[in-house]
């Protein structure tokens, strides 16, 4: 059994933590958020000790450390906000523990590079969830990508909506130097995952941009992407509202849906596995997707011109 520290405990995916940290059969010790309103803890480690201040969370892992020879936390999960994730990881392997960071890793590629010097001097490991790479048809995807020996490149179209309410654009999501805007705040493990199947980016081009709604296309080296995401449920096709869905998901390769649907629950559980095992996501695995995401917040968007995704349209 491993003990775990998590920071971010009352956020939307801390839950998918402490579920994965249970169903694999460790400790939550102590958690940290600056909000209170964390009872889902009880549902899973109710003897954790729980902090709003970073300086007595700090201070209580320090007396951990020293009570125990640094071996009372393993692991430290962060689940807090976008531009604070950077900071937390160094907390966690200067404190002694791994760190298992959600996405995205960073807002920064060059926050990768500081990352690995820490990893040097402290001889601790960041571990990442990238949650699509462990998912069977994702996985089936990339080996018959790998496996097929045409010429030309794959056509695929990505669309993801997940409808938010008027609190988002309130909430420290809204805020661009905050979260690094809507392409990083909910595509970047879409862009991993594309970088993952189809190889090497070769091109980037942002065609729309706007607090709610990003769109663009990318071509790798074995596909040309056209992709679109939004939080905005105007987008949501007529017929997913009907059925009332307020999310929708879409890859096409070749004119072909991949059903990636199923199964999106557990993904976390599976990540912390393969942590667990050795066989994490490293820091050197997020360096495209976070230069894809980079790349997109700050670029100039180049309008309804070339191969721009149909949903643009409206």
Known sequence: MKNFALIGAAGYIAPRHMKAIKDNDNDLVVALDKNDSVGIID????????????????????????????????????????????????????????????????LNPWSIDGLIDVEKDTGQKVNTILQLRVHPSIIALRDKVKDDNRNSKHDVDLTYITSRGHWYLQSWKGDNKKSGGIATNIGVHFYDMLHFIFGELHDNVVHYSDDTTAAGYLEYEKARVRWFLSVDYKYVPETAKAQGQRTYRSITVDGEEIEFSGGFTDLHTRSYEEILAGRGFGLEENRVAIETVAYIRNATTAGLTGDYHPFLKQ
């Open 43 to 106: 549902s899973y480690f109710p003897e954790a000790d729980f902090f709003t201040e970073f300086e007595r969370f700090d201070r209580h892992i320090d007396k951990l450390r020293r009570a125990n020879n640094g071996q009372v936390i393993d692991y430290m999960s962060i689940c807090s906000p976008n531009y604070l994730h950077d900071s937390h990881m160094r907390f966690a392997l200067r404190s002694g523990a791994d760190a298992i960071c959600e996405k995205p890793l960073v």
